[in-house]
């Protein structure tokens, strides 16, 4: 995991935004990386990416975390589960004010029908985490459903104490 600024932040951009979907390798070897030194490693059953609604997948080429997990899965060696579906669509979180974006995105998501995660140990991955909201939704609902532990990856994490004090 990277800090969400200067080359970082425009590389995660040129790879959300622009298209560059090549930026998935770069992206996901470093976040295996991260996976591989972490307090957790080894220890996860699968990787499970963040879903998107399919009406915010309209226009994409790809869905970023996705191309990101599937790198990081071949690179790790942890299978992928397709536990997680996003039941809503409603805004994106980076339209959100960072205090409602817990609020914004409570009820979004669910398990994919047939899907059994007790006791599993789960690792979900996004793409970047501003407020952690997506993180502990995706978090809440697979513990609800039975799952021993999820741990959380990204790429990049914005930090809110360095924004607010290079913004002085």
């Known amino acids: 995991m990277a800090h969400y600024e200067g080359a970082t932040a425009r590389l995660v951009r040129a790879f959300k935004y622009g298209g560059r979907d090549q930026l998935a390798e770069l992206a996901g070897r470093a976040l295996s990386e991260a996976i591989v030194v972490s307090a957790w490693s080894g220890s996860a059953d699968a990787l499970v990416v963040v879903p998107t609604h399919w009406r915010h997948a309209l226009g994409r080429r790809f869905y970023a975390p996705a191309l990101v997990c599937g790198v990081v899965s071949r690179v790790t060696g942890i299978p992928r589960g397709q536990v997680l579906r996003r039941v809503a669509a409603g ?28 006791g599993a140990r789960l690792c979900v991955i996004d793409d970047v985490s501003t407020t952690g909201a997506t993180l502990n939704e995706c978090a809440r609902v697979l513990k609800q459903a039975g799952a021993q532990a999820v741990y959380g990856a990204v790429v990049a994490k914005v930090d809110t104490e360095w924004q607010v004090r290079g913004s002085n």
């Open 91 to 118: 805004p994106h979180q980076f339209d959100v004010p960072r205090a409602q974006r817990a609020a914004n995105i409570r009820g979004k998501f669910a398990l994919v029908r047939g899907a059994s995660v007790a």
